[in-house]
C-alpha cells in the first residue's frame, strides 16, 4: 500500500510540476511582461495666474496621467534656454488608477513675459519623442472670471435650500403626529373633573 501512495504522490507532484506549475509560471511572466510593457503617455496642461503680493505670473504646467514613473519636465525660455532658477518643482505623485502626475511652477515677470516666450517640454518613454508645449499668456487666467467661485457658491446655496426642506419636512411630521393637548373640563368650583373622579374611586 505504501508502494501504491508513493507512486501516486510521485505521479501527482510529475503533473503538477510539468503541466500546472508552468502554466502559472506563463501566467506570470505575462502579467509581468504586460506591466513593464505598459506605457500610458500623459496630458498636459498650461495655466496662469497672478503671484500673490506681486505682478509676476504664476505658470504651471500639469502633466498627468502617465506610466511608468518616469518623465521629463521642463520650462524652456526661446525655445532653446531651459529655465532652473524661477521654476518651482513639485514631486511626482500617484493618481487613484495607478499612474503619475508632476506640476512645475513658472515664475515670470511683466517684463519678461514681453520679450520672451515660454513653453514646458516633456519627454517620456511613451512619446516617440519629447514634446513642446508654448504657453500662451493670452489665454483666460485661471482667476478670471470667477466661475469656480459661482459654482461654490450655487453648491452652498443648493444643499443650505436642501437642509431647510428636510428641516421643514420633519417638523411638520412630528406636529401632525404628536398628539393633541389634552384640555380636561372643569367644574364650577374650578377644579378638574379628572381628579375628583379618581379622588372618588
Known sequence: HKWDADRAYMSYLKNYLEQICIEWLQKYV?????????????????????ARGSADTEVVCHVTGFYPRAVEVTWVRDGQVQLEDRVQSGEVLPNQDGTYQLR???????????????????????????????????????????????????????????????????????????????????????????SDNSAKA
Open 104 to 194: 512645475k511652477i513658472l515664475i515670470v515677470s511683466p517684463e519678461e513675459q514681453g520679450r520672451h516666450s515660454y513653453s514646458c517640454q516633456v519627454d517620456h518613454v511613451s512619446f516617440t519623442e519629447r514634446q513642446n508645449y508654448i504657453w500662451d499668456p493670452n489665454m483666460r487666467s485661471s482667476s478670471d472670471g470667477g466661475s469656480p467661485i459661482g459654482l461654490i457658491i450655487g453648491v452652498i446655496v443648493g444643499v443650505l435650500a436642501l437642509v431647510g426642506v428636510i428641516v421643514g419636512v420633519v417638523a411638520w411630521k412630528k406636529k401632525q403626529g404628536a398628539p393633541k393637548n389634552y384640555n380636561p373640563a372643569r367644574t364650577n368650583d374650578g377644579s378638574d373633573t379628572s
Open 30 to 50: 505575462q502579467y509581468g511582461k504586460e506591466t513593464l510593457e505598459r506605457r500610458v503617455p500623459p496630458a498636459v496642461t498650461l495655466r496662469h495666474k497672478k
